[in-house]
């Protein structure tokens, strides 16, 4: 009986939030010439945007400035229907060509998620494998010098300083071990693959006709002639 309870409970917990979520996105939070502009509009200007500008559009500012922008293109939208701009045979031919480039677009888009998404579980075995064997490492064996160590640091903070003149540079002292592990990490890598028998087309990988034979890189070799 109690089982039944919960499982009742969980159930009207779950319609009450859909319900919640249901009426925030179809909230009117703006109207210009009796357009109602919802949360669900703002919402949809944000998913828009290119991914490493989303998070900045969590902002309170920045989502003012992107609901001014919707509100403008409804007064600039009204304006063109006022002087006829919109029933243009023209602009009508124009709208329609961008809305099938915007198609071909999107479904170009499309492809490649499939895409991407057929090779899901290979790039999460990928991720996972090489992110805890690079965690697991720490490179105590291979020898690097205070000089390396150094010259690393003031590189670290010229880029620091360029992004930002007033950023605070970390203390040598409190990231010593991570730049340590950082450069023993890469010249593990670079022993790596220098012993690794890698073979590179470059005519094909730069685009050009592919040669009849294919140029085998050796380890041992520096370049080829």
């Known amino acids: 009986m109690k089982k039944n309870i919960f499982f009742v409970l969980i159930i ?27 949360m669900q509009d703002l919402q949809d200007e944000i998913d828009g945007l290119p991914a490493q500008y989303r998070i900045y559009a969590q902002n309170p500012d920045m989502k003012r400035k992107i609901l001014d922008n919707l509100i403008m293109v409804e007064i600039l939208m009204k304006e063109a229907e006022k ?15 961008e809305e099938l480039n915007m198609r071909k677009d999107m479904e170009a888009q499309i492809i490649n998620l499939k895409k991407r998404l057929e090779k899901v579980s290979e790039n999460a075995k990928r991720d996972v494998v090489i992110t805890s064997l690079l965690n697991n490492k720490d490179f105590k064996d291979i020898n690097v010098s205070e000089e390396e160590i150094s010259k690393f640091y003031k590189q670290y903070s ?5 992004q930002n003149p007033d950023a605070k540079v970390e203390s040598l002292v409190n990231i010593k071990e991570d730049i340590r592990k950082s450069i023993a990490r890469d010249k593990w890598l670079n022993d790596l693959k220098a012993k690794a028998d890698i073979t590179i087309n ?17 380890p041992e070799e520096k370049k080829v002639k």
């Open 83 to 97: 002087q006829g701009v919109l029933s243009n045979s023209e602009t009508q031919a124009k709208i329609k060509e």
């Open 202 to 218: 470059e005519n094909a990988f730069m685009g050009l006709p592919a040669p009849s034979s294919q140029i085998k890189i050796l």
């Open 12 to 38: 009207c917990f779950a319609v009450i939030f859909f319900s919640c979520n249901l009426n925030k996105s179809s909230q009117v939070i703006a109207k210009v010439a009796g357009k109602e502009i919802t």
């Open 158 to 162: 010229a880029n620091v300083k360029m």
